[in-house]
């Protein structure tokens, strides 16, 4: 599920020409990325589109909330940098001097300061922002684009101080001396007061700011993820008032995450995973954790790695390399040079680090974003965070402790795990038990993979056999029953390989779905199941059921017949969410067209 | 106005109740003008519902028990 090479960069793209025009240089944090040339191109996409471009708020204003972040964060490299660009365009150093101080003091219109201390607060706490703060900058007469632009500004600053904080470049212009100015976010400042004033609003549904429709058929970026996820995720749709942004997120995004020459897509989207946990952002942490499934983890080792990375089965380095990006993503003030030389000596290679630390850096600029516009998710997350927990005026590196997070095993309440721990024990009667409350589940499990119910009845044995063996090792991580789901399907597939039903096999372990489209259009009936006995429907469901390929028959069995989630039917089949969505879509409307002669309005009464 | 093409590459999500307010009001105003989509969706709610409500595969417990039995005795004996 990759875009790379359909949403490249185009050839001849000079990232230092960007730098050049748009700063007038080309700045070291640029040039200490030079190891790794796509990720100076990512950069320089964003800052193009971001920071250089025209928009709705001048290069002036973008620079001040530039400047005021970084200020905030004490990064002295970024300030230097900031101030210099302001300085260069005109701005009197006094004002500048005001920034870099307090920004409650600087002399700015109260739109301004409100837009200040708004991108402020959403760079240090991303988790209080809430809809009620888009709408008081709203009621400042500030544009929906001004608002979207704020918020990407605040995402690019974190993105630049992350990538300060690991590669330490030396200054560009005389660094402002930082260390004498008053600590930042003391209590009792005008910020303070502004965030313990939030206070959480009725939760609206959707994202803060309006997001005009955008076609896959008109915007070839969509059609390109539509094509790789199988649907357009809230965090792309929510940007579309700024189609060129997303393009260059979309550009940077390639270039960064989807290769495979240094660190690999595991190993980055665990990056993204961690991160995003440590910064309490559920919806990027279910965005990643379905990723990692799609690059082939199991469900459960995905969630392990969100939950407690330490905890799971990921190498010795790969667990150092994580605990890298946890530190500067989110405990940034605590970052040494000592944690690079670590990686070093586990074997790293410098631009891995140099990678990982951009993994992280464009992991903070999608938080910041994703928490600065509200993006809905597209699918639960595994990990609910309690954000009305997290001090929202604390710096940024304020977080809950881990434990408080999550209790992600201890939440699946399920209702067989006594029973469970005592079949472990080698209870016979707890487990036969078991086998009785869910021999209706692995039965439709069976029979919509094999086709059959005489060969679904025999494949029960074969289950419970297997399931009673392997029950030792089940963990938890689960339900119990979703675990049963997969011993059925795995049962299912020993049966068709024994008997060299490859015909069957292929359909199932097939990927690909061709095009289906819907052809009947006679309307049906008000209430068809008026006019036709239970019984009459039930059959012919069934024969519709059993006449569409396995592969679609078993998720639409468990979805709508079984009632399970998209996201449990994925976990039980080894498949990924999108994939679930596309097979589920196409299998409701195989049997639209297989009722549609029955039920249409003419066919009253015609069940046969 | 949307094209029935793309309200068609939104169907799935509209469907399962996960698209934007945004989108919402977008696709109905579609189906408030266009026929054939209208039937479509129409007739695919109602697939659905037919579907979750058949009770398809279903079958009595007693077909499971000597199932069950049969390998609960050979767990048994497999043990002593």
């Not at chain 1, 101080?101 to 706490?125: H, T």
């Not at chain 1, 030396?170 to 930042?184: A, H, I, T, V």
């Not at chain 1, 399970?564 to 679930?580: C, N």
């Not at chain 2, 934007?20 to 989509?37: G, K």
């Amino acid at each position: 599920m990759g875009f790379r090479g359909e949403i490249g960069l185009e050839q001849g793209f000079d990232p230092l020409v960007v730098f050049r025009e748009g700063f007038g240089f080309v700045p070291n944090l640029v040039l200490a990325q030079s190891a790794l040339a796509r990720a100076m191109a990512a950069h320089a996409k964003l800052e193009e589109a971001v920071t250089f471009r025209d928009g709705a708020i001048s290069r002036i204003h973008k620079e001040q909330i530039l400047l005021s972040i970084a200020a905030d964060r004490r990064d002295n490299y970024c300030s230097a940098l900031d101030s210099g660009l302001l300085c260069s365009l005109g701005v009197p150093e006094a004002q500048i001097d005001d920034l870099l101080n307090d920004c409650g003091q600087a002399r700015l219109s109260a739109p301004d300061r409100a837009l200040l201390e708004f991108c402020l607060r959403l760079s240090r706490s991303a988790s209080s922002v809430r809809c009620h703060d888009i709408e008081a900058l709203q009621a400042q007469e500030f544009s929906d684009e001004a608002i979207l632009e704020a918020v990407v500004v605040t995402a690019l600053a974190l993105y630049r101080c992350t990538l300060s904080v690991a590669l330490a470049p030396q200054s560009d212009f005389m660094p402002p001396n930082l260390s004498q100015k008053k600590k930042p976010a003391a209590s009792g400042s005008r910020l303070t007061a502004a965030a313990n004033g939030s206070r959480p609003s009725a939760k609206k549904k959707g994202s803060y700011l309006p997001a005009p429709y955008l076609s896959p058929n008109t915007f070839a970026p969509f059609a390109v993820i539509q094509k790789s996820h199988g649907f357009i995720p809230n965090f792309f749709r929510s940007q579309t008032l700024r189609p060129d942004l997303l393009q260059a997120e979309l550009e940077a995004v390639g270039a960064v995450l989807l290769t495979e020459d240094f660190l690999t897509r595991v190993q980055k989207e665990s990056i993204l995973l961690t991160v995003s946990a440590a910064n309490l952002n559920s919806y990027c942490v279910a965005v990643h954790c379905n990723m990692l499934r799609g690059l082939g983890l199991s469900a459960e080792e995905a969630d392990q790695i969100a939950v407690d990375h330490h905890l799971s089965d990921i190498s010795k380095a790969d667990i150092a390399l994580l605990d890298f990006a946890v530190k500067l993503g989110a405990h940034f003030s605590e970052f040494s040079r000592e944690d690079t030389a670590n990686l070093e000596t586990l074997g790293f290679t410098p631009v891995q680090i140099l990678e990982g630390a951009v993994v992280t850096a464009l992991n903070n600029f999608a938080n910041t974003l994703q928490m600065g516009l509200g993006i809905e998710p597209d699918f639960a997350s595994p990990l609910v965070f309690e954000t009305n927990k997290v001090n929202p005026s604390g710096a940024a590196t304020t977080l809950m402790p881990r434990e408080g997070v999550v209790h992600f095993a201890a939440t699946l309440q399920d209702a067989d795990s006594e029973l469970v721990s005592r079949a472990q024990d080698g209870n016979l009667e707890a487990f036969e038990e078991l086998a009785r409350r869910h021999s209706q589940l692995i039965y439709r499990t069976l029979v919509a993979i094999l086709g059959d119910a005489a060969d679904a009845q025999d494949a029960m044995q074969d289950t419970l056999l297997s399931a009673f063996k392997g029950v030792g090792g089940f963990q938890g991580r689960s339900k119990f029953s979703t675990w049963l789901v997969s011993i059925a399907r795995n049962a299912a597939l020993q049966r068709l390989r024994s008997r060299r039903n490859i015909e069957s096999l292929d359909q199932i372990c097939n990927d690909e779905d061709g095009d289906f489209r819907p052809r009947q259009v006679r309307a049906w009936q008000a209430n068809p199941e008026q006019w036709h006995s239970k019984t009459e429907i039930r059959e012919l469901v069934e024969k519709g059921l059993l006449q569409i390929p396995a592969k679609y028959r078993v998720v639409v069995v468990l979805r709508d017949i079984e009632q399970l989630s998209s996201e449990e039917v994925a976990r039980q089949l080894g498949l990924s969410v999108p994939a679930v969505k596309t097979r589920l879509l196409r299998a409701r409307l195989m049997l639209r067209e297989w009722l549609s002669p029955h039920l249409a309005e003419s066919s009253k009464g015609a069940a046969r | 106005m949307i094209t029935c093409e793309e309200f068609f590459g939104e169907f799935a999500d509209y469907l399962e109740g996960q698209v934007s307010p945004e989108v919402r009001e977008e696709l109905e105003l579609h189906l408030s003008q266009c026929h054939a989509c209208h039937v479509l969706y129409d007739s695919s709610r109602k697939t659905i519902k037919i579907v979750s409500e058949s009770n398809s595969f279903e079958l009595p417990q007693k077909v499971f028990d000597p199932i069950i039995d049969r390998v609960m005795a050979k767990l048994r004996t497999d043990r002593s």
